[in-house]
């Protein structure tokens, strides 16, 4: 199949749509597929040479693609990036990782653009819980995670001790609400227990003064923006990852990669991340850090089996890049057929 997706946000730039869409086209592309990639920014070529990237700048080659094009993804609809595939609605994929209007602060002319402009085509949902908010039909394929290699110098079960966060440094992650429920439980938590912070944004300044306030400093480590390959290396070596996040998490791939990677995972009952952790973990009350320091508290006393349970594996196998790939392309497949058969029906219908 000839695809061309549209994206508002692609690599070097990271975050969670921007790993999704990589992966979605290499792993096409490994079918063989012609697939290639409509960024905001410069053209290339992405993923070892592997995917077209082409800058919407380049409107006459992106005209060309879409029309050729058998299917027409938009991975994170934005009306700056996908308002051309208008011309392309019957073999239309919109896969929403965030609520469409979420971006509008009341619902303005803007937001009903946005509805109309996305309407009649395939929509997906990354989460069951993002649908519901939407409103709208559609399918939910939950999102593929990052697998953890194997590692031989991966360690052992018994020196797992720190507790994690991996995100971004935004209003509303919660990052605040971990800090003072450490700083409550620090004082009976084994002293080699310590914080792990990995991300970076506007709140992490704010971050490190709470730590100081709250005297855990000295046990709170903020390491920034890291590569996947060290995130994982983290995570290889936490006990505990927690995602205290309270302002409605589409889904939380962080939570797979961290039970992939062997952490007991704390959520909080944010959007879809009880969806993502699926039973295999604790979830606590957004926001309430008393609840979250009793979470914490309780794992971190009790045994680690390091075992992987039958249920947890399937969970991640469904998971996986080449399983949620095959949904992926299989309604493709259907969007070009279906695609065909209107073409022909309207041929019919003229003559």
């Not at 000839?2 to 969670?16: F, H, M």
């Not at 979830?283 to 850090?289: C, D, L, Y």
Request: glycine share 8%.
């Amino acid at each position: 199949m000839k695809i061309l997706i549209n994206t508002p946000v692609y690599p070097p730039s990271r975050g969670g749509i921007e790993t999704f869409t990589e992966g979605l086209a290499d792993e096409l592309h490994g079918r063989g597929h012609d697939v290639t990639v409509m960024v905001p920014g410069k053209s290339g070529v992405a993923l070892g040479g592997h995917v077209r990237v082409i800058s919407r700048r380049q409107w006459i080659t992106h005209l060309i693609k879409l029309l050729r094009a058998e299917v027409v993804v938009n991975s994170g609809p934005a009306m700056r990036s996908s308002w051309t595939s208008l011309f392309v609605r019957r073999r239309r994929v919109n896969i929403h990782h965030i609520d469409l209007t979420r971006t509008a602060q009341t619902n303005d002319l803007r937001s009903n653009l946005k509805t109309w402009v996305f309407s009649k085509s395939c929509d997906v949902y990354v989460s069951h819980e993002l649908q519901r908010r939407s409103g709208r039909s559609g399918l939910v394929i939950h999102n593929f995670y990052n697998e953890v290699p194997d590692n031989a110098n991966a360690v052992i079960e018994s020196q797992r001790r720190d507790i994690l966060f991996v995100g971004r440094m935004l209003p509303g992650k919660g990052v605040d609400v971990l800090l003072r429920a450490f700083a409550e439980s620090a004082n009976v938590l084994p002293k080699d227990v310590n914080l792990v912070i990995v991300g970076e944004g506007p709140c992490l300044a704010d971050a490190r003064k709470l730590a100081e306030y709250l005297r855990i400093d000295q046990r709170t480590r903020f390491l920034g923006q890291l590569p996947q390959n060290r995130v994982q290396d983290c995570m290889r070596r936490a006990d505990i990852l927690v995602v205290p996040s309270n302002w409605g998490e589409p889904y939380g791939l962080v939570v797979l990669e961290a039970l992939a990677a062997g952490c007991r995972v704390v959520v909080s009952r944010d959007g879809g991340l009880p969806e993502a952790l699926s039973g295999h973990g604790t979830v606590v009350e957004p926001g309430n850090t008393a609840q979250l320091g009793a979470a914490i508290r309780s794992l971190v006393v009790s045994v680690r089996t390091g075992q992987m349970s039958d249920s947890l594996r399937a969970h991640l196998a469904r998971r996986s890049r080449p399983a949620v790939v095959d949904e992926y392309e299989q309604l493709f497949r259907e969007v070009v057929a279906q695609s065909r058969r209107w073409k022909i029906d309207r041929r019919r219908r003229r003559h």
